[in-house]
């Protein structure tokens, strides 16, 4: 079996700051870090390796600095890691990273044998658009597994598997075939710790780095600022709010007393919540 997992390293959103004038991110001196909503893909992927064996690939797009996130994946537990950087594609959308990325898994599976399940994280923190694993599974025409919570059952001999997907009102359950592409929620599971092994492993490996060329991009229009239609027009921190937090004083500390003060002053400051609330009540 071989599993892809597709990462991004990304500013620490933690520390990033926007320019007072210009509106714009000030990157300098921001640490990056592994996109954290991927590292549940690559733990989820470690797990069905473990279990069920055979490799897992860990792909990246970006500078070359880029390399440190996919060392960190090696230290994992990754069985290699491959990264595609070239000029190219500097100022790529989600349009056109997905392309790249789509052609340098038409390369990774020339080379180490086609994926059967290509794990994405559910989006990024600097761009949360949740559009690059999607756009993947559309290029390379698979099937896609979006917003899975847990992983039901896996059967590889029969080629299926069986996920709980999060979707608006309740949980889908879901059964497909392999191959396909997964992105997969936060909070699914927990980041194992690297075992020294795996850390010798990975100081010592070398990371497989790929050009547009190396990769078989030949189409550079859709790359980079070219193959990028989206404009972002503004980039602006959110205002500080204007009103001030208030305390609602109650004389009885039960718990009734509470939310009946609580309920009210939402009401008193929403009455359209309070008549929707009413209509939803049993017997209205």
Not at 8 to 29: E, F, L, Y
Request: aromatic fraction near 6%; hydrophobic fraction near 40%; glycine fraction near 8%.
């Amino acid at each position: 079996m071989h599993i892809v997992v597709c990462v991004k390293q990304v500013p620490d959103s933690g520390q990033i700051r926007v320019h007072p004038v210009t509106n714009t991110i000030m990157r300098q001196g921001v640490p990056t870090i592994i996109n954290p909503y991927d590292l549940f893909s690559l733990e989820e992927a470690l797990r069905l390796r473990d279990k069920h064996g055979g490799e897992v690939t860990v792909v990246t797009m970006g500078p070359p600095m880029a390399d440190q996130a996919l060392r960190k994946c090696l230290t994992f537990g990754a069985d290699r890691a491959v990264l595609l950087t070239d000029r190219f594609f500097a100022g790529s959308d989600t349009l056109a990273t997905s392309y790249a990325l789509g052609q340098l898994i038409e390369k990774v599976s020339a080379t180490w044998g086609a994926p059967d399940i290509i794990f994405c994280g559910k989006q990024t923190i600097d761009g949360d658009t949740a559009q690059v694993g999607p756009g993947i599974a559309k290029r390379l025409n698979l099937l896609q597994l979006t917003y899975v919570q847990k992983i039901e059952d896996f059967d590889f001999d029969k080629k299926e598997i069986t996920v709980h997907r999060r979707a608006e009102g309740g949980i889908q359950v879901l059964k497909t075939k392999l191959p396909c592409l997964v992105t997969m929620l936060e909070g699914t599971n927990e980041m194992r710790r690297g075992t020294m092994a795996d850390a010798l492993r990975a100081a010592r490996a070398g990371i497989i780095t790929w050009s547009a060329a190396d990769a078989g991009i030949t189409n550079l229009a859709l790359c980079g600022l070219k193959g990028s239609p989206t404009i972002v027009k503004k980039v602006f921190a959110p205002p500080a709010r204007a009103e001030k937090a208030f305390q609602i004083e109650v004389a009885d500390k039960s718990y009734e007393d509470i939310c009946d003060a609580l309920l009210g002053e939402v009401y008193k400051r929403q009455p359209a919540l309070e008549q929707d609330m009413v209509k939803m009540a049993p017997g209205y």
